[in-house]
């Protein structure tokens, strides 16, 4: 594995414990992330984006499990890697910021304190456990104040006084954005962080995230189900149906000229702007439920171009130049 990959999944399986059996959400994904690459994962809800992202993070809830395959971090397993340990491991190295920042903020704590803590992880004083209240251990205040200014914090010094639950989304986003600055992460993980913002927030999160990629040369992992807005982030895009990779490829390719015909789907339910065209064409039916996954290519019940074939095989992923695909098409 090169030393500039940051991060490599292999053939991964995770499943979901439902209904007395295993329903797999992630299916043979591979993915690599390259040192300083955006990586956009893209697809509905339910395509398995949150599982692959809880999967690399050691955070899969108690009924589901990786099945199969390995998660390399800078050339490192981590798929076996026990929790407790993780927890240490995941803090200093992988970040990752949610739809909604009070899940991971910790309702009790000045911003101040978790910010604090957040120095004391990077600085090895202790292990990354949010959730669970501590004195902090260092007081490096001016550091926590430039980290709340580089976000746009207006009042770094009142804001850092308050608790998460007296902030707005979008400051509570930033303290997010400010934390990952003071952890120096080598991945961070943005699992749809705009989605429950307004769009000049949107805007002002997505141009943050650029700056703190660009200002500590980390690596990525953008999910969202918005293929324009992880477009405009992003390297390279996967294309993520019923828990599959579907397409793979350079981000400005997989918008200007999609293969996959899930991948036109996406593109053509862009409700306008896009190329100052007009395009609202959804794609039919629904993503499918994995307890009851169609046999053949998942994706045939909604496919116009869907043959005798799609029905039966389920297709391989076909490398051509640059782009991956899995589709009998090609
Ligand atoms: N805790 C859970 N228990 C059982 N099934 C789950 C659980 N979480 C997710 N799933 C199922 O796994 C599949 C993939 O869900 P996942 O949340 O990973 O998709 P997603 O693409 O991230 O969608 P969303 O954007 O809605 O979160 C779905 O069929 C979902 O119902």
């Not at 996967?238 to 999609?258: D, H, L, R, T």
């Not at 039919?284 to 039966?312: D, H, Q, T, V, Y």
Request: net charge positive.
């Amino acid at each position: 594995m090169s030393e500039e990959l940051t991060l490599r999944v292999e053939n991964l399986w995770v499943s979901y414990y439902l209904e007395g059996r295993e329903a797999f959400a992630v299916r043979d994904v591979y993915l690599d992330v390259g040192k300083g690459e955006v990586v956009g994962i893209v697809g509905e809800s339910g395509s398995g984006k949150s599982t692959l992202a809880h999967a690399i993070i050691g955070l899969l809830p108690r009924n589901s499990r990786i099945s199969k395959g390995r998660i390399l971090f800078k050339g490192k397993d981590i798929t076996g890697i026990k929790t407790d340990q993780r927890y240490l491991y995941r803090g200093t190295n992988i970040f990752m910021i949610f739809q909604d920042p009070m899940s991971s903020l910790n309702p009790t704590m000045k911003i101040r304190d978790q910010l604090q803590e957040a120095i004391d992880v990077r600085l090895g004083k202790r292990g990354w456990n949010i959730g669970t209240w501590r004195p902090p251990k260092g007081n490096n205040e001016e550091e926590i104040v430039d980290s709340l200014e580089r976000v746009g914090i207006k009042r770094p010094r009142v804001i850092m006084e308050k608790y998460p639950h007296q902030l707005s989304g979008g400051e509570r986003q930033r303290v997010m954005i400010a934390m990952a600055y003071l952890l120096k992460p080598s991945l961070l993980i943005a699992d749809e962080p705009t989605t429950a913002l307004d769009m000049i927030t949107q805007a002002q999160v997505m141009r943050l995230i650029t700056e703190l990629r660009e200002s500590l040369g980390l690596s990525v992992l953008f999910i969202s189900h918005d293929i324009v807005l992880v477009g405009q982030i992003a390297d390279r895009i996967v294309v993520m149906y019923a828990g599959k990779a579907v397409e793979e490829g350079k981000a400005e390719e997989i918008v200007e000229s999609p293969m996959h015909p899930y991948t036109k789907g996406l593109i053509n339910s862009i409700p306008d702007g896009y190329k100052n065209e007009k395009r609202i064409e959804s794609i039919p039916g629904s993503p499918p439920n994995i307890l009851k996954l169609p046999p053949g290519c998942s994706f045939n019940p909604r496919c116009k171009f869907a043959m005798e074939k799609c029905m039966s095989e389920d297709p391989e992923t076909r490398v051509l130049g640059g782009r991956k695909v899995a589709c009998h098409l090609y």
